[in-house]
């Protein structure tokens, strides 16, 4: 396999000037020795060396720019010095670098400084679990809280959700690929609802219609004692739905399941593993809703790039024993000395706001290309998790109009961007929907320049797909 990468392309070329590598031995030895289970170097087959800010430098010495940023847990970029004098002063003060849940200054200030940033009538009442490293871990320990605390069994999620790739959180998944060759899951008592997927509406409406009939079903799937639906411990959700396209729900659509949720005494659980620490514009994506939940699932951008999870969660929850939940590397304190410097930074900075201002203009930008390319069905988002669903024109159109999906074409865009030096990660149904996940650091001038590659990529794969037919 080869790739074609160029450093800067130029503003006025019509054509860039594309050159390739052969293989590399790293990427050979991948191939044969790593499992078949490996997934981001199918589609992006670099093997890096290098790494600061925003980009990435592979082992032939291309610069990438990097719009996966670790799938989002990148919140300040790669190396950043905040991230790194942290991690420093936990290895020169020599403390425990293993410290199961047993306490230290550094794990208090995290806390401290995770509780300052939570919405004050949230972390007055909060508690919190530290869980194994990664978010999965997370979501499953937020399943027993919710079960222990309610004496229920039935968990309900979304359509197109996203918790993770444990099998109880699998069981959340809306996702069946990962699903169907495992059977029957460990973790039963799971529950779909409809998804405000406002492009592709489930109920063929969208918009403030779709918005209502969606929360009437749920709220009387919750209500009529025909819907055969035990009572749930809890409904999980995420604001923005990451894995499934990059979808925000309706602001109105999260208050209303808020207002439902706690009339019927139901834990309202939001994922925030993707979405929390600034990525959307707020510190936490259900703040856009104005809304204040009973748990929130935290990893990613948490750890300043390494592996940590946390549950926080309201203290009428707080009755299940000692032991209920635990984790050998719970206790990773310089994943929580980078934590907190993050969310310092985070907050010095003003990276919110930032990110709601550069999103809107990569947003503007991306509707621009749209203008000029149909194939670019629709621009959503929040913040900086943006994401562009790829569409064939003359498809037959569904109940609003829209084209269907084509993940080829969007196979052919991030390859496109890839050999100008632009690293975007692909999701969505049948993986059509291109995503920009960048870190939270990015610059005015550097969203210009991802708008540039993107929109030469959009040009070059329609091109070559014209010329195909």
């Given at each position: ?299 990613k951008a948490i750890g300043g790039s390494l592996p940590l999870s946390v549950v926080v969660y309201q203290d009428w929850l707080d009755v299940w024993e000692p032991g209920a ?79 269907p999906y084509h993940p080829t074409l969007a196979a052919a865009i991030q390859g496109e961007c890839l050999k ?50």
């Amino acid at each position: 396999m080869s790739i074609a990468i160029v450093k800067e392309p130029a503003d006025t070329a019509d054509e860039l000037p594309l050159f390739g590598f052969d293989d590399n031995p790293l990427l050979a030895r991948q191939r044969q020795q790593e499992s078949n289970a490996r997934s981001y170097p199918r589609r992006i087959p670099l093997a890096l060396k290098r790494a600061r800010g925003i980009h990435v430098e592979d082992i032939e010495g291309r610069v990438f720019i990097d719009c996966l940023a670790g799938a989002g847990t990148l919140a300040l970029g790669h190396n950043h010095p905040v991230v790194l004098a942290a991690i420093r002063q936990v290895l020169d003060d020599e403390l425990p670098l293993h410290t199961l849940d047993l306490t230290t200054p550094v794990k208090d200030r995290f806390v401290q400084d995770l509780y300052a940033v939570l919405p004050p009538s949230f972390a007055a009442r909060a508690k919190i679990q530290f869980c194994g490293p990664t978010g999965t871990d997370a979501v499953e320990a937020a399943l027993k809280l919710v079960r222990t605390a309610s004496g229920c069994s039935t968990i309900l999620s979304f359509q197109g959700g996203y918790h993770g790739m444990s099998q109880g959180a699998l069981a959340l998944m809306g996702n069946l690929k990962a699903k169907t060759p495992l059977g029957s899951l460990l973790n039963h008592g799971v529950q779909f609802l409809p998804f405000p997927y406002d492009y592709r509406c489930p109920f063929g409406l969208g918009g403030q219609a779709g918005v209502e009939v969606n929360l009437r079903y749920i709220q009387n799937l919750l209500t009529d004692p025909e819907s055969g639906v035990q009572p749930p411990a809890a409904i999980i959700v995420e604001a923005v739905q990451g894995e499934a396209g990059v979808i925000p729900a309706a602001n109105a659509w999260l208050r209303g399941l808020r207002k439902i949720t706690s009339k019927l005494g139901i834990a309202l659980i939001l994922d925030e593993i993707q979405t929390g620490f600034a990525r959307t514009g707020k510190l936490f994506a259900f703040e856009h809703a104005g809304i204040v939940p009973d748990v929130v699932v935290l990893s990613k951008a948490i750890g300043g790039s390494l592996p940590l999870s946390v549950v926080v969660y309201q203290d009428w929850l707080d009755v299940w024993e000692p032991g209920a939940h635990a984790g050998t590397f719970r206790g990773n304190q310089m994943a929580m000395a980078a934590g907190s410097a993050v969310i310092r930074h985070i907050q010095q900075h003003e990276l919110a706001q930032h990110a709601e201002q550069v999103g809107q203009q990569l947003r503007e930008r991306l509707q621009e290309i749209q203008q000029a390319h149909p194939q670019l069905g629709d621009v959503r988002g929040r913040g900086l998790m943006l994401g562009v669903e790829i569409v064939d024109p003359a498809g037959e159109r569904d109940a609003l109009g829209h084209p269907p999906y084509h993940p080829t074409l969007a196979a052919a865009i991030q390859g496109e961007c890839l050999k100008r030096g632009l690293i975007l990660e692909l999701g969505g149904r049948h993986g059509s929907v291109v995503r920009f996940l960048p870190p939270l650091i990015i610059t005015h001038g550097e969203i210009d320049r991802v708008g540039r590659i993107f929109s030469r990529a959009v040009t070059a794969a329609v091109r070559h797909f014209h010329g195909a037919g």
